[in-house]
């Protein structure tokens, strides 16, 4: 392995779902020699691209699993993940994002700058990573890139300037032009592996100059030097690749390359932008935070020569027990070393070390940092930092989501459920916002996670790699109470009946708060409630949040202040308060105008302006409330609030009423009062549950 | 004297009332006070302050239109009168033909707070609520816009029953020698429908102008309006001007905008 951190990259392939990210890596691994030939995602020659390593994705044609790999390309050393597409997956684009130092932007040059790009978007601008961009599928009707250079102008504020035109677009896409080098260049031979570089047709010449004086006009506000050489017109490659990457690295500047993966058309050109352009290690300042300091920030160093800070990013179970993704930010990460788990302190001998393609590897003795690589048998979860012996130093944790949908799944038979456990254990671990637990009343394991389709795929990979076959319930929203008005409570818990006794008088009372789930306060003077019992008092009322009286759901929103109470020499304990503090929170709560709350989504479809109509539609039917519409040409977005409850089975719905042709994404917004019609449905199916149950 | 009543009774325990009258009611204060609330700032709105007595200065099928300078105001201020009608549970479409939806939404926001800084009023989150319902955003590249796609968008929305518009509000629309067709065309639609429609109308420093103050590139079409108002910076603020419609001719003094809000002063004689 080599050690030149200039000559690393780290990035990304992020991208609007469909718009060829897969392919895109797949090209780019052939012409970095890393394979020898070409799949297509749901090709004819059933094989699915390489990056697409579980069956699932190569069954749906999506990549849910971001799966690292490595290749090289003019003596560069170049780390790919591909990240998934969907929403309901950004936190595997989130993590991916974290260990990144520069990211490809994949738009379609037909669909465009499409709301998940936004999302993605969002992201890179949270975690700052500077980005390139490339316009895909120029080969297909449709095929407008100016259009998409102006999208991510206004929607996305990039100041997005064109590094290429095409030569040719649609059917008759040929090649590109380099506005750098003025040259065009095609693609030749089967794969499109020969570059050949000509001049520039005539017809192309006069629109080349100009978007060259734009991209020049661009690129020179982050350079003096050609500012005057424009001056003079006596710009160079080299200077005018400098300043591009100076604005690109500063992410004042998105430089917009174009071409086709599918038709292996602009992705040399492509690759060359990354290694000149995109940042290597030692460009971007990574943070991590000292836990022995208080939390401290420290720049990390990026030296191999330093102590180890290494983050696990990603985790899988492999054939040879788990496989966990590494980025190594300081120091070196090497064979045979001890190294610490920074947030259990547990310490452990590192053994096979290994370099990851797609799903293949090749075992190498250490990771330098700035380095992404793989780890065997380590036991952890994502998002864990790894450093040396004596170093206090974590990465930053990342932001996790609070999932909003559950189901109840049920195991087939004896073996399934060992299965499912295994299953459900390693999922876990692998995905922060994919959760489980057993239910209280009806013993069934419940599953929790940001979507429909989130549970969906882990139940089908439940079915596949682990073979448990588990039968699901309907899904369930994570549906809160509230109450609506400030209530008293006065409640005295006495049990005198043989034994111990107990006694326990809480007064106080109960009111709503915005914005914090749970607040107490303690307003108790001259002793009414010992002090030893106050923390016993909190801990009831933390008790009775988890279940909320009205329904069952957690109560959140809620601040109870307790005033007076009263206690006895003997009787009054621990447990006699705390079971003071459930009856007054019940006796409060009951008079506080209990209500539910649902999480209601901000759902955005994208459609063929045509299917506007039906489109709205559907959506008002679903208790949606439509917020506006959003014309772009032969695309139109309509952008809306509807309750979870509602959009289940919605991609259905949409694919018949589009014939396919919208997609949406859909994202947590807020939690909202349940209409009246509504909880009474519930709490007559709450009801009927119960007595199911008994 | 009405906000510190309401902000008494938000403070106050939320009790019910039961009044003892033939048919006894119930009034819940935290609803009667976000009432009063809403009817406090209808009272408030710029057109009412201006002197006009009617509820809307429009007929059914009306134009106005409010004229300013790039910069001035002319969005925030058409944003205050659709808020008007929004807190009388009037449906509003606003077409947008420069904005995307999102900054049309953070037009209403920022209004909004703005209005709730000045009137201490705490209960924003609620106030949007409850006018979300109303209000329907729309927005067209100024390329792609044309009376017939907005037709179809609004059958699209009123055969459903997802959306019946009572008010539109037309921002961006340029008003170039094309003008008069479009206009003509929106005239016949919003009389269908009875709509109240209002324009913003971008005007030039060194433009033309009329003997009544419209541009004289707009005297073509200056017989559709009923209402022309206009915005004028001078010195630190912006003065508000009725140049056609009730007011126009009026000793009524003109009412101010403060710039750093773009919501109608507080005047010492109002």
């Known amino acids: ?694 | 004297m009405l906000r510190k009543l309401i902000r008494d009774t938000k403070d106050s325990t939320q009790t019910n009332i039961n009044f003892n009258s033939t048919q006894a009611k119930i009034f819940h204060l935290k609803e009667r006070s976000f009432r009063m609330l809403k009817n406090d700032l209808i009272l408030r709105n710029p057109l009412r302050l201006m002197g006009y007595k009617a509820e809307e200065i429009l007929t059914p099928g009306g134009f106005g239109a409010v004229l300013a300078r790039a910069g001035v105001g002319k969005t925030s201020f058409l944003v205050q009168l659709s808020l008007n009608s929004l807190l009388k549970n009037r449906n509003v479409l606003h077409i947008s033909l420069n904005d995307p939806v999102n900054k049309v939404n953070l037009w209403y926001k920022e209004v909004l707070s703005r209005i709730a800084e000045q009137y201490n009023i705490q209960q924003t989150d609620r106030l949007i609520e409850t006018i979300l319902p109303h209000r329907f955003i729309m927005t067209f590249r100024v390329e792609g816009f044309s009376v017939p796609k907005l037709e179809e968008r609004l059958s699209d929305l009123t055969e459903q029953n997802i959306f019946s518009p009572q008010m539109l509000i037309i921002d961006g629309l340029p008003f170039d020698e094309s003008i008069y067709e479009p206009l003509t065309q929106i005239k016949t639609l919003a009389q269908k429908n009875s709509l109240y429609v209002w324009f913003t109308m971008r005007t030039h420093r060194d433009e033309a102008m009329g003997p009544d103050g419209i541009p004289t590139r707009l005297i073509k079409v200056a017989d559709l309006f009923e209402v022309v108002i206009q915005l004028q910076p001078k010195g630190k603020e912006i003065h508000v001007k009725a140049l056609k419609g009730e007011g126009a001719d009026s000793d009524h003094p003109s009412l101010l905008l403060d710039p750093a809000t773009m919501l109608i002063k507080d005047q010492p004689n109002k």
């Open chain 1, 1 to 694: 392995m080599e050690n030149n951190t200039k000559k690393v990259r780290n990035i990304g392939i992020s991208a609007h779902i469909d718009s060829g990210k897969t392919t895109l890596t797949e090209r780019i691994l052939f012409y970095t020699k890393k394979i020898h030939a070409i799949h297509d995602v749901k090709g004819k020659d059933g094989i699915g691209a390489t990056m697409d390593s579980m069956e699932l994705e190569k069954e749906r044609g999506i990549t849910i699993a971001s799966a690292a790999t490595f290749c090289k390309w003019q003596g560069h050393e170049i780390n790919i993940i591909d990240t998934p597409g969907h929403v309901d997956f950004t936190i595997e684009v989130e993590r991916s994002l974290r260990v990144l130092d520069g990211a490809i932007l994949v738009l379609c040059s037909v669909g465009g700058v499409q709301s998940q790009s936004i999302t993605v978007d969002q992201q890179m601008k949270r975690y700052k990573v500077p980005c390139l961009a490339f316009i895909n599928k120029c080969d297909r009707i449709g095929a407008n890139p100016l259009r998409v250079i102006n999208q991510l102008k206004e929607k996305l504020g990039h100041n997005a300037v064109a590094m290429q035109i095409p030569v040719g677009l649609e059917a008759d896409l040929t090649g590109i032009v380099d506005l750098v080098i003025m040259k065009a260049i095609y693609f030749d031979g089967d794969n499109g592996e020969n570059v050949r570089i000509e001049d520039i047709p005539d017809n192309l010449i006069n629109e080349a100059l100009k978007k060259r004086e734009e991209l020049i006009d661009a690129a020179s506000m982050f350079s003096d030097e050609l500012m005057e050489a424009a001056l003079e017109d006596q710009v160079t490659e080299d200077l005018l690749i400098s300043a591009v990457r100076s604005g690109t690295l500063a992410r004042e500047l998105t430089p917009v390359f174009m071409g086709s993966a599918y038709k292996n058309k602009g992705i040399q050109p492509l690759l060359d932008a990354v290694t000149n352009l995109l940042p290597c290690p030692s460009d971007v300042e990574n943070e991590a935070l000292d836990k022995e300091d208080n939390e401290k920030s420290v720049i990390l160093s990026n030296s191999p020569d330093d102590d180890l800070v290494a983050f696990a990013f990603k985790l899988e179970d492999g054939q040879y027990g788990q496989l966990t993704y590494i980025r190594v930010y300081q120091g070196t990460l090497a064979k045979g070393m001890t190294m610490v788990n920074v947030r259990n302190g547990k310490k452990f001998k590192v053994g096979r070390v290994a370099r990851m393609h797609a799903d293949q590897m090749e075992d190498i003795d250490k990771i330098d940092a700035g380095y992404i690589g793989a780890l065997f048998g380590i036991e952890c979860a994502s998002g864990d930092t790894f450093a040396s012996l004596g170093t206090g130093l974590t990465m930053t944790s990342m932001f996790v989501p609070e999932p909003v949908i559950s189901l109840a799944i049920v195991p087939k038979d004896n073996k399934s459920q060992i299965n499912m456990s295994k299953a459900l254990g390693r999922f876990t671990r692998e995905d922060p916002t994919f959760r489980t637990h057993v239910s209280d009343e009806t013993k069934e394991t419940i599953i929790e996670g940001m979507g429909e389709l989130h549970l969906e795929v882990y139940v089908e990979r439940m079915r596949r790699e682990y073979t448990a076959e588990v039968s699901t319930g309907k899904p369930r929203v994570a549906y809160r109470e509230t109450i609506t008005r400030k209530a008293e409570f006065n409640y005295i818990h006495k049990k005198q009946t043989g034994g111990a006794g107990q006694f326990g008088r809480v007064a106080g009372y109960i009111e709503p708060v915005a914005e914090e789930e749970f607040v107490f306060e303690n307003k108790i003077t001259g002793g009414a409630i010992p002090t030893q019992f106050i923390s016993s008092c909190e801990k009831g009322f933390k008790q009775s949040l988890a279940k909320g009286p009205k329904m069952g759901f957690p109560v959140t929103g809620v601040k109870i202040v307790i005033d007076d109470g009263a206690s006895h020499a003997v009787d009054s304990s621990e447990m006699a308060f705390q079971a003071a503090a459930r009856g007054a929170f019940k006796e409060g709560y009951a008079k506080a105008g209990p209500v539910i709350h649902e999480p209601i989504m901000k759902v955005v479809v994208e459609t063929p302006t045509e299917f506007q109509g039906a489109v709205m539609g559907s959506l008002n039917q679903r208790r949606g409330m439509i917020v506006g519409s959003q014309d772009e040409g032969p695309m139109c977005s309509i952008e809306s609030r509807i309750p979870l409850a509602e959009m289940f089975g919605y991609s259905t719905v949409l694919r018949s009423l589009t014939q396919g042709k919208a997609q949406f994404t859909m994202e947590f917004n807020t939690y909202k009062k349940v209409p009246q019609q509504i909880m009474e449905e519930l709490v007559e199916k709450a009801r009927e549950e119960k007595k199911n149950v008994a």
